[in-house]
T-cell receptor, first 111, second 113 residues
Framework: DTAVSQTPKYLVTQMGNDKSIKCEQN?????MYWYKQDSKKFLKIMFS???????INETVPNRFSPKSPDKAHLNLHINSLELGDSAVYFC??????????FGPGTRLLVL | GQQLNQSPQSMFIQEGEDVSMNCTSS?????WLWYKQDPGEGPVLLIA?????ELTSNGRLTAQFGITRKDSFLNISASIPSDVGIYFC?????????????FGKGTSLLVTP
């Protein structure tokens, strides 16, 4: 019955590697998001997708690229990982509005 | 996006006490939301407010959308140990062309039995 799911929950990798985080929602929502939570717990929007179109990109480095194969999935691909990318990444979804439901998070550690 | 001013940063209270936290913004918001985050989990929606002046309850939780559209508060009555966690306010600014939320820095709540 998981509404918004993410994989993996933990991701430890070396600097310079490329990695992907997957997100799926079974709520039938039409908009999905990626947020980054830093070490001080501050949550900041990275991307949102509506009907397979990117509608927000908050000055995120172009090493980060969202990919949405269909309305229920929004994956996050990260190239050339840097130490500063270490954070918790949350996927969320909503139905054409602001009431967003969050996934459990992916804890990324770059060594 | 604009960061919301959320206070207090942390609270340490005894079980049974009431709790109040608030958020302010320098600009007008269309919607205010309150989330709770438990350790190792994602934020869980507690209350959503859609109209200025709206007062909404969810069990022991009560939240209000400020009449100026620039602030909101959350009250928790008769706190219990499972209320422990980080509470975030979030809002959608009126000028936002998408649906992204701006978040406060969170209020960390500790409840002792």
């Amino acid at each position: 019955d998981t509404a918004v799911s993410q994989t993996p929950k933990y991701l430890v990798t070396q600097m310079g590697n490329d990695k992907s985080i997957k997100c799926e929602q079974n709520l039938g929502h039409d908009t999905m998001y990626w947020y980054k939570q830093d070490s001080k717990k501050f949550l900041k929007i990275m991307f949102s997708y509506n009907n397979k179109e990117l509608i927000i990109n908050e000055t995120v480095p172009n090493r980060f690229s969202p990919k949405s194969p269909d309305k229920a999935h929004l994956n996050l691909h990260i190239n050339s990982l840097e130490l500063g990318d270490s954070a918790v990444y949350f996927c969320a979804s909503s139905q054409a509005g602001v009431t967003q439901y969050f996934g459990p998070g992916t804890r990324l550690l770059v060594l | 996006g604009q960061q919301l001013n959320q206070s207090p940063q942390s609270m340490f209270i005894q079980e049974g006490e009431d709790v109040s936290m608030n958020c302010t913004s320098s600009s007008i918001f269309n919607t205010w939301l309150w989330y709770k985050q438990d350790p190792g989990e994602g934020p869980v929606l507690l209350i959503a407010l859609y109209k200025a002046g709206e007062l909404t309850s969810n069990g022991r939780l009560t939240a209000q959308f400020g009449i100026t559209r620039k602030d909101s508060f959350l009250n928790i009555s008769a706190s219990i140990p499972s209320d422990v966690g980080i509470y975030f306010c979030a809002g959608q600014p009126r000028s936002n062309s998408g649906y992204a939320l701006n978040f406060g820095k969170g209020t960390s709540l500790l409840v002792t039995p």
